[in-house]
């Protein structure tokens, strides 16, 4: 055994514990916006528990104020949670070697931040034990988020109107991005990524991020091809190399 | 406060569904690539640029067209992303990179947006 399952479970803790800070705010925001728009405490409640992933909740809960069609709705949701599928893909090397129940638990818990924290500490540091460290990061944003919704569910979130708090949350993105821009390829990846998905900002369904993403996947591919892999990226891994 | 009228009777459905899809969108490879016996390698090389290339995605519009178009001048965000960047690229540290991203923006807009 590489690590201790306390001390990894911990290390992820220790990890997501600054980005927590910008997830408060935004937690309070959704549950305060989901009531504001119409929804009982317990749709409002059930949107963090059963669909757990902020920015679809947010728009959900916009076109649900809005009288949008409930299809709409949906469709809305599943189009901007399609990044979740690259996650899994991109971390399932990582993870396939766990049981499946533990797997079902590690997929429910699958966010950008604790996705982004482990795959970087993962390939820095390949002793980690996966999947405490991915709980570890998981299971405290998962926690945060269902109370800070119900907060703000029942008592209102009132932001001063010179406090930016959504911005706390692309900062977050970027704290998660710059350790993962290594050298060119990865840097092509970034740059492709995220000048299409600005271009394609109004896009129906926020479909422009996804758009983004693919192209800056393939830009990273092709940038490989010309400049080589990123030093860091190219650790020996064999495929699927299990470690745990 | 939205204007709209209520949402219907229905909008527990719409959560679960939209919910048990997200979740196979968690669940999706983490399962298939079983199926397959792991990860082709020349995908799993691809897939090395998925944290770059979506968090950039999620990333630089925010900073770029806050309100819906690209703006550069006077884009009080795009500027405190980039003294941001800076401090993460420097301290690789969460914590300082939203501290520092927040008092730019919040100085920044007090400050009216001179630039």
Same mark, same amino acid.
């Given at each position: 055994?590489?690590?201790? &399952? ?12 600054? #980005?927590?800070?910008? #997830? %408060?705010?935004f ?8 009531? +504001?728009?119409?929804?009982t405490?317990? +749709?409002?409640v059930?949107l963090? *528990? ?10 959900? #809960? ?9 299809a ?5 949701v ?13 971390i ?7 049981p ?15 996705? !982004?924290?482990?795959?970087?500490r993962?390939?820095?540091d =390949? ?5 405490? @460290? ?9 926690g ?15 932001? =001063?109107?010179w406090?930016?708090?959504? @911005?706390?949350?692309?900062?977050? @993105? ?30 129906? /369904? ?8 693919? !192209?800056?996947? /393939?830009? $990273? %591919?092709?940038?490989?091809?010309? %400049?080589?892999?990123?030093?860091? $990226? ?5 495929? $699927?190399?299990?470690?745990? | 406060?939205s204007?709209? =009228? ?9 959560? %679960? ?9 968690? &669940? ?6 079983e ?15 998925? =944290?770059?290339? *979506?968090?950039?995605?999620?990333? #630089?519009? !925010?900073?770029?067209?806050? +309100? ?11 500027? &405190?992303?980039? /003294? ?11 914590l ?6 927040m ?10 947006? *001179?630039?």
């Open positions: 055994m590489t690590q201790s &399952a306390r001390d990894a479970f911990l290390a992820g803790a220790r990890a997501v514990a600054p #980005i927590i800070v910008g #997830i %408060v705010p937690g309070l925001v959704a549950g305060a916006a989901a009531v +504001d728009a119409g929804l405490l317990l +749709d409002a059930g963090s *528990v059963v669909v757990f992933a902020g920015a679809s909740q947010l728009a959900a #809960i916009g076109l649900l104020g809005d009288g949008a069609p409930l709409l709705v949906v469709v809305t599943l189009v901007i949670n399609l990044r979740l599928v690259m996650y899994s893909a991109s399932a090397p990582e993870l396939l070697d766990e499946r129940r533990w797997r079902t638990l590690e997929a429910y818990l699958l966010t950008d931040q604790a996705y !982004a924290l482990s795959v970087t993962f390939e820095r =390949p002793g980690t034990n996966r999947r405490w @460290f991915y709980l570890g990061a998981a299971a405290p944003l998962w945060v988020w269902q109370v800070c919704t119900v907060v703000g569910a029942v008592v209102g979130a009132r932001v =001063p109107a406090l930016p708090l959504d @911005f706390a949350v692309p900062l977050t @993105f970027l704290a998660l991005l710059v350790p993962a821009v290594e050298g060119q390829a990865t840097g092509a990846a970034a740059a492709v990524g995220g000048g299409v998905a600005t271009v394609g900002v109004g896009l129906p /369904l926020e479909a422009g991020l996804m758009v983004g993403a693919i !192209a800056g996947v /393939l830009a $990273g %591919v092709l940038a490989e091809g010309v %400049v080589g892999a990123d030093a860091a $990226g190219t650790g020996d891994d064999g495929p $699927g190399g299990g470690h745990a | 406060m204007a709209g =009228p209520p949402p219907g009777r229905f909008v527990w459905l719409a959560v %679960v569904v939209a919910g048990v899809g997200t979740f196979l969108l968690r &669940a999706s490879f983490l399962f298939l690539f199926r397959v016996g792991g990860v082709p390698p020349r995908l799993e090389r691809a897939l090395r640029y998925v =944290p770059a290339a *979506v968090l950039a995605a999620l990333v #630089i519009p !925010a900073l770029v067209a806050p +309100d819906g178009a690209p703006t550069v001048l006077g884009n009080d965000r795009l500027l &405190a992303g980039a /003294l941001a960047a800076l401090v993460a690229w420097r301290t690789e540290s969460v300082a990179t939203i501290s520092v991203g008092v730019a923006l919040v100085v920044l807009d007090a400050v009216g947006g *001179v630039v």
